[in-house]
């Protein structure tokens, strides 16, 4: 065994100059562009678009294909509809299938970047035909994120098609899929014990999306929004319980029951901006949560408040050892940080194993260019 | 291809109760244990022993055994070493091959926390006799965080062995391999585009170790300090560039450039408390840091402060679209998080492929108990 010591040299050495200054390493040598990677777009409503027009601009991904059902915009040129002064070439298809005749059958397409629905049972069919043609697919389908508990016989025939085509299912977002529950995760690498987690988003709805607006209630009457809460006309925040399963289940914390909850929040006095105006008495956002127990006791709390004119940041508290708070004074830009968690975890996607997977069964995201 | 779309079924039904409450998913199921990852503690230094203790105190960890080169604890009982009131019948081994004789034959040890030198050309004796036997290492060294650039033939050659010897060796620890590296690039997730990255740890220097505080030169006089940095008596902060290489490599951000800088403070009146008094005008503490250029510009810097008195945060700032600003006002509690980190990431290094891997090749870490 002594002589495996004869192995290793020491082939740097470390040259100090009179200002305590170090100069480290060997200067860089590109590598070696990889093939840039082909991707359809699979619905072009707002996120989609963004997540499209994000990727159009990169280098490293190249536009194949795009599918929308809405009529209005089948048959136009992605170019055109991006805001692109140039048409590319490439129209918006209202199906997949002649899509694919055109391109899969040259094993060209490396991934699909889907956004349409937001519950599993809605975009499941969609998925089985994407993975039916081997394609590998990161959608920003929310319960996807983490879709063992809330639809398990779902999650386990995904996986099943996933598998025997060889390629690979993801959900992510911005939340869930990164800042409510796999940052929290990730966060507790530097802990030898954890009890409990809870991860807050606060949003200035006011700055948001009018669809985005709709869906938590605002401006509605607070009996308007139970009701519509309750009959599911309004669905406010959708994933707080994929979060909440994603962190529980990922620590072994062995949670017993997960429960959402939907609260509105009532103007006290009348809101107007440019972008929007609350009447008082009327919702002027929501306060969304999601709770994990154990044994009666809150171990992990999810908290996603959207309201009008309120700070925007992020929090997320670790109880443990040892404990942890790491909080965003600035908050995340929702909609152009949701097409960046696509994108950067769709390079993942493609270099994962097959089957139906998490953030968490990937290796570590980030943002390259390369 | 539309017959497909039978296969799916919605398997939950969600049913919301007046209070806009929803119970969500099949209550937990707890999987069957795995077996207790058995592993052996090389280096009982301050470290090695903060690991050693912390893996003892957890129900996935099982120790078999530990070795050390320090006369004044070889033969000692384990138990007794950590401050337990029993013998746990493991006394330090003054040499892994008399230990590995008696326990690698019946393929039992699963990983190897080593903590002992700082820089890859003290350590790799070490590593290679460990993957020679078969062993996946996990090491505090700080320098094989990023081995590729300070010691590009050393890498390779312990690659080479790891391969092999189809085990996996890891450098990790708060910082490197955590704090100032891994979490800024992991923070990347939700940037469509980084343009530059600066984090800063802050460390109250009185609240640290005493081999620590020599580390950084307390109380040394300014001239001191100069000359035993440029002599290499005084290392203050290791693996600046090893930081500085893993952002800028694993971002795509071609840096041609990685400098290291350590600035003495100078204490301008005198620092009194339990743990440590600084005379006015002698070194309260150092300001190490590493920065990655491009073309001559600095696009990547990282600040490791540790001065005594000074309040202990951590924070990162990531420059891009859109940009992110996180910040741990708490600051990470040096030691413990260590241990947590070598731990966390010890089990990820177990399911890893073979060969010399950082950080960011492994899927993303967390801590679990299971």
Known sequence: ?????????????????????????????????????????????????????????????????????????????????????????????????????????????????????????????????????????VSTCETLAYPYRRYPNLADQLDQVAKSNRCTLVGAGINPGFLLDLLPIFLTTACQEVTGIQAVRNIDAAKRRGPFQKKVGLNLSPENFTQQIETGQLSAHVGLAESVYLIGDTLGMNLDQVVEEHRPVIADCAYSSAEVEIEAGRVRGVNSFGRGLRNQQEVVRIDFNAVVSSQEYEEIKIEGYPPVIWRNELGTAGDSATAAVILNMGKRVVAAQPGLLTAVDLSLPHFTRT
Do not use: W
């Open 1 to 137: 065994m002594g002589s495996l010591r004869t192995f290793y040299q020491v082939d740097t050495v470390i040259t100090m100059t009179k200002t305590n200054t170090t100069s480290v390493g060997s200067p860089y040598i590109p590598s070696r562009r990889k093939d840039k990677i082909k991707f359809i777009s699979f619905g072009l409503g707002p996120v989609g678009l963004l997540i499209l027009q994000a990727a159009v601009a990169r280098s490293d991904f190249e536009l194949v294909g795009a599918v929308d059902v809405n009529p209005s915009i089948v048959g136009q040129d992605i170019g055109r509809l991006i805001g692109n002064n140039r048409e590319i070439g490439i129209p918006v298809s209202p199906d997949l299938l002649p899509l694919i005749d055109g391109i899969i059958s040259q094993n060209q397409v490396g991934l699909v970047f889907h956004a349409t629905q937001s519950f599993l049972d809605q975009t499941t069919p969609q998925f089985i035909d994407l993975l039916s043609c081997g394609l590998n697919v």
